[in-house]
C-alpha cells in the first residue's frame, strides 16, 4: 500500500502549489524508506556510524548541512553515480526518484527542519479551520475535510441518495441490510434530523454491538481453537457475548482496556471482569509432544507483546524482538519490558503431561481436555435456549394430554398404566426394583444376570459398593481412578440407551467439550472411591419383559467391587429424575410430570418421545446456561529476560522488569513498585499516551470509510503512512479522551458528517490526482467483510437468525474440510436447526482450517493480531456466491419468499427482490434482462422437472407446496441478484 | 478496494496511478480473463525453473534411513550417544532422556553412475540417482512440527506471512487462466500422523488471491466448484453471464474498477467449472503411465494419484505445486512404518521425475523432496525423534546438477558440517527463487513497516554448488 501513498503525494505535488516542506509528511517516509535501514535507530546495523533519524547527529557528521544542500553529504551521496559512494547503495535495490531527491534538496535549503515523529508526540485539539462552503457540511469533520479539499480546488461529491445512504449505514453500525419498509420510512421522513434519527435508531440496536465486535474480535485474535498443531477447542464464547455487550453499552473505551488486560486485578473483580481477561489468553497455544514449554512461554510473550503493540498503539513491536527496531525508537529492551507485563499470567508453556516433558499440574490431560485456566459462567444466549426447550417440553406435552384425552383407547391404555404403576410405587416408592443376581454355574468377572420381573424396563440403575474386606482391584482406588462402562441385553438382544448419569464422575471431555452424562461409562473421582457409585441408564426404548426374561449387565472396569442392579418402569432424566417420583402419592396426580413420565416410559407416541429425549439430552448439555471460559489468573511471575537475538535457549540477556517504551511518558510510579498488567492497561488509555486514542480512531474510521486517515492501521511508526488529515485524526481523538472515551458519540460524530453521507461513485477528474481516495472527496465502495456476506444473503432471505452471543455454529462445510487435523481427529457436523443460520460472526472459527466461505472472503484466521482485512476480488468468491449451499438455500428460500406473494406480475416480484436484496428498485434494464433469463430458466425446468426438484430440495429450511419448476427458475433469479456486485458492497 | 490494487501494482513509485488508468480504459463488459501477471516485469536473473512441484514429506522423514548413509552411527546401535556432541542442544520429545544411537536399519546402495548412496527403500528414486541432487546438510531452526512446517514453507514462524508458493504467485504470476497458480493436495490413506494447517499456503499479508487452493481428496476438488445439483452446465452459463452483464451496467454507475475485475473473476470461476474436472479426469492417461506411477485406482487420493495428478498441473501451468503426505513422524514403530512410507511414495516419485523428463518438461520443472526436518540418529523407544540440524533433501529439475550429493554431517549425522556446503531453509528459498530467475533480495513486500521477504532479514546464499 505503500505505492499508493507515494502516488498521493506524487499527485498532491503536482496537483497543488507548492508548499512548505514539512519533515513527517515529505521527508521521513523518503528518509525511512531509503536510509534508516541503515542510518536509523537500531544501532547494531548501524553504518559508518551515521544516523539520520536524529537532527542533531545527521548535522554532526555533515551529512546535512541546513540551508545549504550544495554542502551536505546526503545529497552528493545520493546525486554521485559513483556505484561505490552512491546512496542508497545498489545492493539495496532502492532508488531514490527525482521528485524525492528535488523534496530532500529543497528541504535540506530550507533548513532541515525536524518534526518529531507525527504519532508520538501528545495529541492536539486544533481549531476547525474556515471553509468556503459553510453550508455543506456543520461538524469538525466536514471542516477538517473540506479545508484540504479546498487547497486543492476540489469540490466535495454530492449526497448519496437516501436509500443508499440508509444501506450504507445500516451495513456499518449493525451490518444488516435495511428492510424495504425501514427504506420506505427513511425516504418518506421530511424532518430535518431524519437521518440523526436513523443513527440514533441503529446505534441502540443490540446488532451494533455485533458489528463492532468483528473487527475487534480480529485484533483480539478471538478463535474457537488454539492455533498450534493439534489446534483442539477452547472454551471462550463468553469472552466474545462480553465484547459484543460492552460495545452495545457503550462502555467506555478505557474501562473496555482495562478490563481485557487486568480485569482480575482489579479490586473485587465482578465476573464480567473476569471474563474480559480471556483477551491474555487468546494467544495461541499448543498441545504438541516435545514441544519444550520454555520456547513456547516465549512465543506466548511476543504474541502479547505484539498484539497490545498492535491494538492499541498502532505499532510493530514485533520488530524489537531480536534487535532495537530500524525505524522506530523501539529498543529490544521495550521488547521484552513489555513482555514482563504479562509473566504473571498463569498459564503452561505446554498443555498436556508428558512423560518426556512431565508437567503434574496437567496430570491425565489428554487431547480432549480444556485450556485452564477458566471458570464457569453464564450464558445468557444459552440460558435462554434452555428456557426455550424447557417450553417446547411443555408444548410438547400439552399437545399429547389433548391427544390423550380426545382418545378413548389411548385414554383407556393411559388409565391401565397408571392402575400399574401405583401399583408399583406402593411396592417400591422410590421407583426402584431391586434385582437380585441370578444363581449362576460360571459367573464371569463383571457380569450380572437378573430378573427384571415383567413388564415395562425403562431405566436400569446399578449401585457400586466396595466391601471393606474387598482386596481386588477396588482396593487400589484410594490412588487409581476407576472407569467403569456398562453393557446390557435383554434376552441377548443389545439394548440401547439414551442417556446414562451418575451423580460421581469424573468430567469426561471430547474435542474439548465436558460431557453430558456417562454413556459410555465413567470415570470415579479419587475423593468420591470408597463410597457408593450409583448411576442411571435410560433406554433409548422402552423394553416389554415378557415372565421368565432375563438381563444380562456386563460392568467392565478396574473398580467394580459389589454390584446391586435396580429396574424401573419409568424412564426419567437423569439421577435426579426418579426422586421426583418418589412421593407416590403426587404420583397419581394429573400433572406433567405424569405425562412426560407415560410418554417416556412405553412405547406411546414414539416420535414425540424421541423429541423429548433429543431435547432432555440438549438441556443436560445447556447446563441451565453456564459455559466455561479462559480467564487470566495471575501467579508470581516467573523472571523475564532480554533474548539475544531472540534465542530462547540463551539466558545470557538481562532480567528486565515491566516497564512501558523508554520513550514514551512513563506510568507514575513513585514507591518504584513493580508495575502490573493494570498499570499497563491505565498508562495505554492515559491522557498522555498519545498512541491508543490516534490508533483507535484510525481504526474506526476505516471502519466507517473504508481506509485509516492513516491507511496502515498497524502502523503508525515510521514506515507506515501519514495520516491524510492530521489535524481531524488528532481532533478526534482528543475529543474521544476528552469525551470519556465515548465510542459511540465518536461513530455519531463521524456518521453525522457531510463527508460520510456523500456519493461513493468513483470520479473520473479525481483518478490520476486521488486514486487512493485519501482526499475523501467522496465515500468509498467497500466489498462487505465475510461476515455479513453471508449475512446478507441469508437477510435477503429471512433465513437470519437474529439471536445475540451464545457458542460458535457449524454452517454447511464441504465434507472432510478438516480431515489433515490431528489429536484429536475432527468432524464437523452441520448444524440441523435454526442454528443453520446464526449469523456469520457466530461461526466456529477453526485457526488452522477457517470455515472456506469466510476464508474466501479474507476473513483472517486470527493466529496473529490483525488490524485490517485488505479485500480481495478472487475467482473463489465466485464460486462460494454460486455454489455454496448457504448460497443457494439462501436464494432457494429467497424464491419461495417471493412466489408465496400472490397475484404479482414477474416484473414486480423482480422488484420486490431488488428491494429486499440490494435495497433499491430495479432498473427497467436490469428487469428486462432477469425477465429473459427467467423465461429460459422456465423452458428448461419445465421440460427437466427432475432437475427443478433437485434444485429446490436445497439445505434444509422447510418449502411450501410450489410449482417446483417455477420455484427452480425463480431460484436460478435470486441466484443472480445474491450474486451481483451491489449485494456484496456497501456503496 | 483501490488501494489494494495499487499495493499490487504499486512495486515502484507511481506505477499504481498508471496501471490504474490503463485498467479503467478496459471495455467494462468484456468477459476475460485477466491473469495476474507478476510484480516481477523482468527476471533478475536468467529464469531456469518455470514452475515448482514440493514433495512434502510431513512428518520427517529419517534420513539416516533413506539419503545420509552413517555407517558409525550403525556400529554404534544401542549404545549411549556421545554426549559431547548433544550437550546443550534442544531436543524434542528425548528431553531429560538417556540417549541411545540407533544405527540405520535400512542397507544402503550406490546408484547409477554417479554412485549416491540410498537406502533400498527407495530402488525407484535410486533409479533417478543420476538425476537427484541429495542434499544432506540441510538444518532448520524449529524443532516442533507446526512451527517448523510454517518456516518450511513462509520462512518464518510468525503466523500470517506469505507461503513460498503465495510468494511465487505473486512475483511470476501463472500461466494459466483457467486453474488456480497454486494448488496444494495432501494424500489420503493415512491416519494418526502429525496435522498440517492451511497456513501452510496461506497467502498470508498478500492478498488472498495467491493463496495456495487445496484440491480436495472427497468431493469437489476445489471448495464449490461443482453446481448446484439441477442446475446444468448451460444454466450455469447463463447465471454466470447474467451476474457479469447486470454488474457491468452498475459499473457504468458506479465505476469501480473492482467491478471490471469481478468481471474477469466470474469468468475464470466459470472455467474452473470444467478446467478442474478435466484436470482430475484421467481417462485418457494410458495404462503404462499409471503403470509407471503405481496407481491403482486413478483419482484415489493417494500420493501416487496426486503425483500425476501434479503432473498434470504442471502441464496447465500452475506455478506452484504442493504434495503432502503425512506419513513420516516415526517417533516408534521405524522398522515398520517407515518402509510402508517409503513404498507409498518411491515409486511415484520417480515416476514423476521421469515423467517430466519424457515430456520435456524436467528442464524447466523444479522438484524438490523433503519434510520440515528429518529425525535424531539418537532413538526413541522404537523409532527416532526430530532434530533440527540435519537432515536431507533432494532436488531435481530445471537447472539442478543431477547425481550430486551436496553437504555433510558428523559421522553419527547429529550436524551439518561447516564446511561451506550447509544449507538453511532460507538457503534452499533463496536459491528455488533463483532457478525461478528471482534474486531473494528484491521480492519483498511492505508489511508492518518492514520489507518482508520469504527469506527473512538475516543473510543467507543461492547454493550456487548445485546448480549446472
New interface residues.
Partial sequence: MHGATLAFLVSLAAAAAPKKVQFNRDIRPILSENCFFCHGPDKSKRKAGLRLDVREAALEDGAIVPGKPGDSELIARINTKDPDDVMPPPLSHKTLKPQQVAMLTRWIADGAAYQPHWAYVPVRKAKTPATRDQAWGKTPVDAFVQAALDERDVRPSAPADRRTLLRRLSLDLTGLPPTPEELTAFTADTRPDAWEGQVDRLLASPHYGERMAVPWLDVARFADTVGYHGDQNQHVLAYREYVINSFNRNKPFDQFTIEQLAGDLLPKPTTEQLIATGFNRLNMVTREGGAQAKEYLAKYMADRVRAVGTVWMGSTLGCSECHDHKFDPFTARDFYAMGAFFADVKQWGVYSDYKYTPNPDLKGFTNDYPFPPEITVESPYLKARSQRLQAELGTLADQLRARLAASRDETREFRSWQDGTRRFLAQYPDGWRPAPALPEKKQATGMVRIAPGSGWLSAIRIDLATPPDYKGPDAELGRKIGVVSVSVTHNDQAIRFHFADSATKEPHYLGGHEQAGIASGWVVPRAKAGQTRTGVWELAQPVRVGIGDTLTVTLKGEAVGTVKVFTSPFATFGTQAPSRLAAGKRFAAKGRVLDEVYLLSTGWAKDEARRFQDVHRQLAELRGGLTPTLVTQTVTPYTTRLLPRGNWQDDSGPVVDPATPQFLPAPVNPDKRRLTRLDLARWLVSRDNPLTSRTLVNRIWKHLFGAGLSPQLDDLGAQGEPPSHPDLLDWLAADLVESGWDIKRLVRLIVTSSVYRQDSTARPELREVDPANRLLARQSQRRLDAEFVRDNALFAANLLNLEIGGPSAFPYQPAGYLENLEFPKRDWYAEKDERQYRRGLYTHWQRTFVHPMLANFDAPSREECTADRPPSNTPQQALTLLNDPTFVEAARVFAQNLLVLKDLDDATRIGRAFERGLGRPAKPDETASLLKLLGAHREHYGQHIEDARKLVAVGIAPRPELDAAEHASWTSVCRVILNLYDAVTRL | ????R??L?????????IA??SL?EREAAAAKVERWRGVIDKPHVPVKARRVIHLCMAGGPSQFDCFDWKPKLKELHGKPFPESLTK?Q?L??????TLIARGPFMPFKKWGKSGQEISEAFPHIGSIADRICIIRSMHTEQ?????AHAFMNAGS????RPSMGSWLLYGLGAETENL?GFVVM?S?GR?????????QW?AGFL???FQG?QF?????A???????????A???R???E??Q???A??FT???????Q??IS??E???R??SSVPELTDFAKEPQHVLDMYGIKEPGDGSFASNCLLARRLAERGVRFIQL?H?AWDN?SNLEADFPKAAKQTDQACAALVKDLEQRGMLDDTLVIWGGEFGRTPMGQGTGR??PIISFSIWLAGAGIKGGLTWGRTDELGYKYITDGQEVSVHDLHATMLHLCGI?H??LSV?F???DQKLTGVEECKVVKGILV
Fill in positions: 478496494m483501490i488501494q489494494r495499487t499495493f501494482r504499486g512495486s515502484g513509485y507511481g506505477v499504481g496511478a490504474f488508468k479503467l546443550g534442544q524434542a520429545q528425548l528431553q531429560g532422556q524443532i516442533n512440527h507446526d512451527p514462524i510468525i503466523k500470517g488456480p495432501v489420503i491416519s494418526s500422523d502429525q496435522p498440517i494447517s492451511s497456513r496461506s492478498p488472498s488471491k487452493i480436495q481428496s472427497k468431493g469437489d476445489v471448495h464449490y466448484v461443482g453446481r448446484p445439483d439441477g442446475v446444468t448451460p444454466l450455469q447463463q447465471i454466470v447474467e451476474v452483464k447486470l454488474d451496467l452498475s454507475q458506479r465505476k469501480d474498477p473492482e467491478i475485475t469481478r473473476q466470474y475464470m470461476a466459470f474452473m467449472q503432502y503425512r517417533h525423534d526430530h534474486d533480495h528484491r511492505r508492518q513497516g518492514l
